[in-house]
């Protein structure tokens, strides 16, 4: 073999011994790595099926009638209490002017009514004394039998004027009696509630969403006017049911926001929900079929943020799509 073959040979070979020197390394540093990596994330289980959640307060008239003023505007901060518009209450008003005007009626003749009895109590005490009295002294022939006639008369017509006094107050005919007096009472309440009612107040703190309300408008009983979505969020994770056998109220959970990728949020699980997701739903899943294929199941966990968001800063709002770790060792 010529010299000049035996050198090439030999870098060659020289060249794959260095190649297989570099290259060994790094593939058991590449296998470390990835065990590690793997074993790591067997601390935690994850999904990208999850979203944020918030109430959502629909907020309804409890009177009908036409708005005269309107408060608040699309995407309004709003404190509980605060006015937020006004329905018409020309109506409203009058007829809680006629219900007080019929109760303080009511009170007024029920005193008469009692000032009457406490009257005729009165006098048919003094026409019963009376009759004793004449009825000693007729037998004794102190009186006539006119005098003795004249107190009986006294007496009986003071006995049915009280008698009458009584039905007066007690009866359920056309006087007023308790329980008229009862029912005109919570007449004029209803009426003082109708009235209050045609103030629109925000029932919570939070920011107006979907308005349907504008100044003129006419609104009726129980139709939607918008909603109050309050500051208050939470995460409503699907997590597979191969992966809830480990998690546990109270784990640490950090969170991506899609809207904010550079932002990680701490949290912890809230609970788990003791149904899957298909069968909390309106039409749940019939499995008990002559053909069964097996669906992995998802099921809800709820995933409370730890720290107190600054709505400046991050904007986060219901239906949001988030991605949750929860540590789960």
Do not use: C
Not at 109 to 124: F, G, T
């Amino acid at each position: 073999m010529p010299e000049e073959n035996k050198e090439t040979s030999q870098e060659n070979t020289e060249t794959k011994g260095k190649k297989r020197k570099i290259f060994l390394p790094l593939l058991i540093i590449s296998i470390l790595i990835a065990a590690l990596y793997f074993y790591h994330q067997s601390f935690y289980e994850s999904t990208d099926d999850a979203y944020i959640e918030a109430d959502i307060i629909q907020v309804t008239p409890k009177v009908s009638g036409h708005i005269t003023e309107n408060y608040i505007k699309d995407n309004m901060e709003v404190k509980q209490g605060d006015l937020v518009a006004k329905i018409d209450d020309e109506i409203y008003l009058a007829k809680y002017n006629q219900a007080k005007a019929n109760y303080e009626k009511a009170i007024l003749n029920q005193k008469n009514a009692k000032a009457v009895l406490s009257a005729s109590d009165s006098e048919i005490r003094l026409a019963k004394a009376d009759l004793e009295r004449y009825s000693a002294l007729y037998k004794e022939g102190a009186v006539s039998k006119q005098t003795l006639d004249n107190a009986q008369t006294k007496y009986d017509s003071a006995l049915a004027r009280q008698i009458q006094a009584k039905e007066n107050i007690f009866s359920n005919g056309n006087n007023v009696a308790d329980a008229d007096l009862k029912s005109l009472e919570a007449a004029l309440k209803q009426a003082k509630l109708n009235l209050e009612y045609t103030n629109v107040l925000a029932p919570n703190s939070g920011t107006i969403t979907n308005r349907r309300i504008e100044k003129g408008s006419y609104v009726s009983t129980g139709g939607p006017l918008f909603a109050i979505v309050p500051d208050e969020v939470w995460i409503v994770a699907n997590f597979k049911e191969n992966q809830v056998g480990r998690m546990k109220k109270g784990q640490k959970v950090t969170i991506k926001v899609d809207a904010y990728r550079n932002k990680t949020f701490e949290g912890h699980v809230d609970s788990i929900q003791r149904a899957s997701g298909a069968k909390s739903s309106l039409f749940p899943p019939e499995n008990a079929v002559g053909s069964f294929v097996k669906i992995v199941q998802r099921i809800p966990v709820k995933i409370v943020f730890d720290e107190k968001i600054d709505k400046e800063k991050y904007n986060i709002v219901s239906g949001m799509s988030v991605v949750p770790k929860v540590k789960v060792k």
